[in-house]
C-alpha cells in the first residue's frame, strides 16, 4: 500500500525556519517525482514546489522561491521541504504528493502537516 | 501563468442529481488537466487525469470530459459520500502545476 506521511510541522515565528519531511512506503520511492502542495486555512490548494526522481531538477512557486529548498534521500525514501524566512502567508496545510506516472498528476497525497506562522 | 476558474463556487444539490461543475483554462492545455475531490479535514484524491480518464478504484459514475480551455466534471447520480469540494488543475505549464479555486458541493 502507498503511503505518505508527513512531518516537521508546528508553530513558527516570522522570520523563522522549518524543516518538513515526507516519508513515503509501499512504492520504488526513487522511481517517482514528488512534489509538495499546501492549503491555506479555508483556502484551495496552491502548488510549492517539484522533484524529479533523481533529485536533479528541481521548480518552486513564485511565492516560495528563494526560501524554499525541496530536497530527497533515495536512501532513505525521504522527501523535505526546508523553508526559511517564514511569512504569515506560508501558514498552511503542506502536503506531499506522487506524480503518478501514466497520469501527470499527484496519485497519492500525505495526510499533511500543519504549519503556523504567528508570534 | 495559466490561471483556472472553476463555475460554480458552490451549490447545493440533492442526492440522486446530475451534477456538473467546470473549469476554464486561460490559455489552451490540451487534455492536461485532472479533477480531485477533497473532504474536509482529508488530503485530496485525484478523479480524473487526462481530462477524462478515470483513475483507478473511482466510480464511474464520476466523468470528465473537454479539451484546450474548457473542461467539466460531471457526477451523473450524486451519493451521499460525494458531498465534498472539487478541484481542478492543470500540468500542462511543465512542472508548475495551477489548481482552480475550487467548487463546493453541498446537500440541498
Known amino acids: 500500500e502507498v503511503q505518505l506521511v508527513e512531518s516537521g510541522g508546528g508553530l513558527v515565528q516570522p522570520g523563522g525556519s522549518l524543516r518538513l519531511s515526507c516519508a513515503a512506503s509501499g512504492f520504488t520511492f526513487s522511481s517517482y517525482e514528488m512534489n509538495w502542495v499546501r492549503q491555506a486555512p479555508g483556502k484551495g490548494l496552491e502548488w510549492v514546489s517539484y522533484i524529479s526522481s533523481s533529485g536533479s531538477t528541481i521548480y518552486y512557486a513564485d511565492s516560495v522561491k528563494g526560501r524554499f529548498t525541496i530536497s530527497r534521500d533515495n536512501a532513505k525514501n525521504s522527501l523535505y521541504l526546508q523553508m526559511n524566512s517564514l511569512r504569515a502567508e506560508d501558514t498552511a496545510v503542506y502536503y506531499c504528493a506522487r506524480e503518478g506516472y501514466s497520469s501527470g498528476a499527484a496519485d497519492y497525497w500525505g495526510q499533511g502537516t500543519l504549519v503556523t506562522v504567528s508570534s | 501563468a495559466i490561471r483556472m476558474t472553476q463555475s460554480p463556487s458552490s451549490f447545493s444539490a440533492s442526492t440522486g442529481d446530475r451534477v456538473t461543475i467546470t473549469c476554464r483554462a486561460s490559455q489552451g492545455i490540451s487534455s492536461y488537466l485532472a479533477w480531485y475531490q477533497q473532504k474536509p479535514g482529508k488530503a485530496p484524491k485525484l478523479l480524473i487525469y487526462?481530462?477524462?480518464t478515470l483513475q483507478s478504484g473511482v466510480p464511474s459514475r464520476f466523468s470528465g470530459s473537454g479539451s484546450g480551455t474548457d473542461f467539466t466534471l460531471t457526477i451523473s447520480c450524486l451519493q451521499s459520500e460525494d458531498f465534498a469540494t472539487y478541484y481542478c488543475?492543470?500540468?500542462?505549464?511543465?512542472?508548475?502545476?495551477?489548481f482552480g479555486q475550487g467548487t463546493k458541493v453541498e446537500i440541498k
Open positions: 488543475q492543470q500540468y500542462y505549464s511543465y512542472r508548475t502545476w495551477t
Open positions: 487526462a481530462a477524462s
